[in-house]
């Protein structure tokens, strides 16, 4: 690896991981120094995002599987969380303080008419089995899809509309009332989360150092990976799959664990995007959330280690500008980038200070060979 | 010269959409033989490799592999066979362009491939000198470092068939390797399969005259999916049928 890549990251560690947490717990309020609560918070959503775009990154860029459900993996994620997060609300819930919600359940199931906490629901009062689930439910949903799509040969832009179709067909799912998960409006209006309350400054804090923690792991995790034989199977899959199955790789267990591992990465920062947020529901898991995924690591820089979190962060910041200041040309503006990253800036954001050096270096060879042929004095 | 049957296709078939690619194929391969297999477009001969490599099922008959009683390959996956130890060419250069050509032997190299082990594998020094020994014979030690993508094409060629020695393959499947190369590289992938004969058993496909007469001890000539000749390159050119729907079409 490159040393500059190296201290990049440490540098971004240390100022997302210290400075930046410091200085919302004892800037003085009124000073420039000071980082809001709104802004750790809003830093903590994007460093979420920067983690599903690493997922995403390492199936498209490093193992050449464009998926286009990814956020289904981190919805699925959110909601067992989430699940747990409703359940703890209890007496603080609207129809109980009403009195008319002896069991404690979540309000949309009042209001829905749920006679009883439905059994599947039961379980998540712990909260070991909910974070269990956060990795359990992205994990076997991604296993069984990619058994069924690997084992059939499904490939390339196959591969991509199905992804596409199984996230749709789940928000399908979670859009109805029936599938006890909330209908439309999801699951929301969390208080606390073991014992903490979540609208406390503090508490806030402690979530997103928990993402930066998650997101330099995850980092490392990747990091590691492309060293190893296993990376380099990985890379050979995405250039030449033939060649990998023709020289005694099973790639279709290789594209399996892949699979399942990036869905573990993405159902965990969904996980703790969800309290960060306040709310999940399935507008969440439609298929434009997963294509803005794509732009992001397009962006950012596919194939390189942090382009993701670079294009996650830099394309959210531009869209929670965006949205305010030109709300109708939001898409317009996103689709306008990825086309300029595709045609301009093939690296993206991580690959701009190479591009930059190489025309610097081209122009200057240039300039040089001009200047030759009339270097003699007269 | 006795030796050992090694590949034994007998009365294979494998038809497309009704036309029969491989009819009734019947074709034995001894031990350590450099075998040449010719014939015009559409013989059947690429067909042939997918099927003994996996690629494609046949419909009916069967391959074996191995001395003595062979074992049969024909419902095996691509992966398996490979482990077996047949290592296929393809017909265009299929290296992987993004790694090193020291990584491309590494990825080709013989030993354990699974998933978990792959993620913990670490390159003993023996390994080190399985890939430089490759990377000499193929001549390539020099460019270890290099992208495999900057190649020339003759020499992706020859990295690839590096690739199935450092798996020692016992069976080498190669594919026109003398395609889209100059005479020189032509000659020198000619003198790198020779050498290679005796220690591993070789069919190579080709379409280049010149070429075949340089390797070929025996030649098959396939036509239509059916094997229409066997024998020295002379007996084969000088046989009347051959000529009449191969040599005779002014390839030369």
Not at chain 1, 328 to 337: A, P, Q, R, S, T
Not at chain 2, 2 to 10: G, K, N, R, T, Y
Not at chain 2, 179 to 185: I, K, L, S
């Amino acid at each position: 690896m490159r040393k500059p890549e190296n201290l990049i990251m440490m540098i971004g560690a240390l100022l997302l991981l210290v400075l930046l947490p410091c200085l919302n717990a004892y800037g003085p309020p009124d000073s420039a120094l000071h980082v809001s609560d709104y802004t750790i918070n809003l830093w903590g959503k994007y460093l979420c995002y920067g983690i599903l775009a690493i997922s995403v990154n390492l199936l498209w860029g490093y193992t050449g599987l464009l998926s286009l459900g990814q956020c289904l993996f981190f919805s699925l994620g959110g909601y067992a969380l989430g699940m747990h997060l409703m359940l703890k609300i209890g007496k603080l819930g609207q129809y109980y303080q009403a009195g008319n919600n002896p069991l404690e359940m979540p309000d949309f199931m009042v209001f829905m008419g749920f006679p009883e906490l439905p059994a599947h629901w039961v379980p998540f009062h712990s909260f070991g089995f909910s974070v269990l689930m956060v990795f359990v439910v992205p994990g076997v949903v991604a296993f069984l899809f990619g058994w069924l799509a690997f084992r059939s040969r499904i490939k390339g832009v196959y591969f991509s509309i199905l992804t596409q179709a199984l996230t749709y067909a789940a928000s399908l799912m979670f859009f109805q009332n029936k599938f006890t998960f909330g209908g439309n409006n999801g699951l929301t209006d969390f208080k606390t989360m073991l014992g903490a309350n979540l609208n406390d400054a503090d508490v806030r804090r402690y979530l997103y150092i928990a993402t930066v923690l998650l997101l330099i792991a995850v980092v490392a995790l990747v990091k590691w990976l492309l060293g190893t034989k296993f990376g380099k199977v990985q890379k050979a899959i995405r250039d030449s799959e033939n060649r990998v199955l023709f020289s005694g790789y099973a790639t279709t267990s290789f594209k399996l664990f892949i699979f399942v591992l990036c869905a573990l990465i993405a159902g965990a920062a969904g996980a703790l995007y969800v309290p960060q947020v306040g709310i999940i529901n399935p507008s969440e898991m439609t298929t434009d959330k997963s294509l803005e995924a794509v732009v992001w690591v397009a962006v950012g820089g596919r194939a390189t280690l942090l382009g993701p979190v670079y294009g996650a962060i830099f394309v959210n910041a531009l869209k929670s500008w965006a949205t305010t200041a030109y709300p109708d040309y939001w898409y317009i503006i996103l689709g306008g980038l990825f086309v300029l990253a595709v045609l301009f800036a093939p690296n993206g954001i991580a690959g701009l200070p190479q591009q930059i050096k190489d025309i610097a270096v081209g122009w200057k060879r240039r300039n040089a060979s001009s200047i030759e042929p009339g270097a003699t004095p007269a | 010269m006795s030796s050992q049957v090694i590949l034994a296709a007998e009365g294979v078939n494998k038809a497309f959409d009704g036309f029969k690619a491989i009819n009734d194929l019947n074709f034995y391969l001894d031990e350590g033989e450099l075998r040449t297999v010719i014939g015009p477009n559409g013989a059947g001969k690429s067909t042939f490799l997918d099927l003994i490599t996996g690629r494609t099922r046949l419909d009916s008959g069967k391959i074996t592999f191995g001395t003595g009683v062979g074992e049969e390959i024909t419902s095996k996956k691509e992966y398996e066979i490979y482990r077996m130890g047949i290592g296929r060419k393809f017909q265009t250069p299929s290296v992987f362009t993004e790694h090193t050509v020291f990584d491309n032997i590494l990825l080709g190299l013989k030993g354990h491939r699974g998933v978990f082990h792959t993620l913990f594998a670490k390159l003993s020094s023996e390994d080190s000198d399985r890939i430089e020994d490759v990377l000499k014979i193929v001549g390539l030690f020099g460019k270890r470092n290099d992208q495999a993508g900057s190649l020339a094409h003759g020499q992706k060629q020859w990295l690839e068939i590096g690739m199935l020695l450092a798996q020692d393959a016992k069976l080498l499947l190669v594919d026109e390797p003398a395609a889209g190369m100059t005479d020189e590289e032509t000659h020198k992938t000619g003198e790198l399969l020779l050498s290679l004969a005796g220690k591993h058993s070789i069919i190579v496909i080709e379409h280049d005259m010149v070429f075949v007469r340089q390797i070929a001890k025996k030649v098959t000539v396939l036509h239509q999916g059916h094997v229409l000749c066997e024998g020295t390159v002379d007996d084969v050119q000088n046989d009347p049928e051959v000529r009449s729907v191969y040599l005779g079409r002014g390839k030369h």
